[in-house]
C-alpha cells in the first residue's frame, strides 16, 4: 500500500522560508520522478518544482530562484525549501510521486500561507 504524507506548511510573513516534506512508501522510491504541484482558491493545480530519479530538477518560473526542490532516497522523502515566501505563494502544495504510463500518486496536501 502506498501512502503519500506532506507535512510542514503553515502561516509565515512575507519574505520568511519554509520547507516542506513528503514521505512516500510503498513504491521503489528511487525510480520514481517526485514533484510538488499547488492550487490556490480559484486556480487549477500547477506544477511548482519535480526532480527527476537521477536527480534532475525543474522549476516553474515563478518560483525559480527562490525554491529548492531536492531528495533523499535513504529517507524515501523529497523536499521543497521555500525562501523568500509572497503572498502569491499562498496555496495547498501537494506531493506527487510519478512513474510515467505506470503509476501516479498524490499527497492530501499541506496549507501555505503569506500573510502579514
Known amino acids: 500500500q502506498v501512502h503519500v504524507v506532506e507535512s510542514g506548511g503553515g502561516l509565515v510573513q512575507p519574505g520568511g522560508s519554509l520547507r516542506l516534506s513528503c514521505t512516500v512508501s510503498?513504491?521503489?522510491?528511487?525510480?520514481?520522478?517526485l514533484a510538488w504541484y499547488r492550487q490556490a482558491p480559484g486556480n487549477e493545480r500547477e506544477l511548482v518544482a519535480s526532480i527527476s530519479g537521477s536527480g534532475n530538477t525543474n522549476y516553474a518560473d515563478s518560483v525559480k530562484g527562490r525554491f529548492t526542490i531536492s531528495r533523499d532516497n535513504a529517507k524515501i522523502t523529497v523536499y521543497l525549501q521555500m525562501n523568500s515566501l509572497k503572498p502569491e505563494d499562498t496555496a495547498v502544495y501537494y506531493c506527487?510521486?510519478?512513474?510515467?504510463?505506470?503509476?501516479?500518486?498524490w499527497g492530501q496536501g499541506t496549507q501555505v500561507t503569506v500573510s502579514s
Open positions: 506527487n510521486a510519478n512513474f510515467p504510463g505506470i503509476h501516479t500518486f
Open positions: 510503498g513504491i521503489s522510491f528511487r525510480m520514481y520522478a
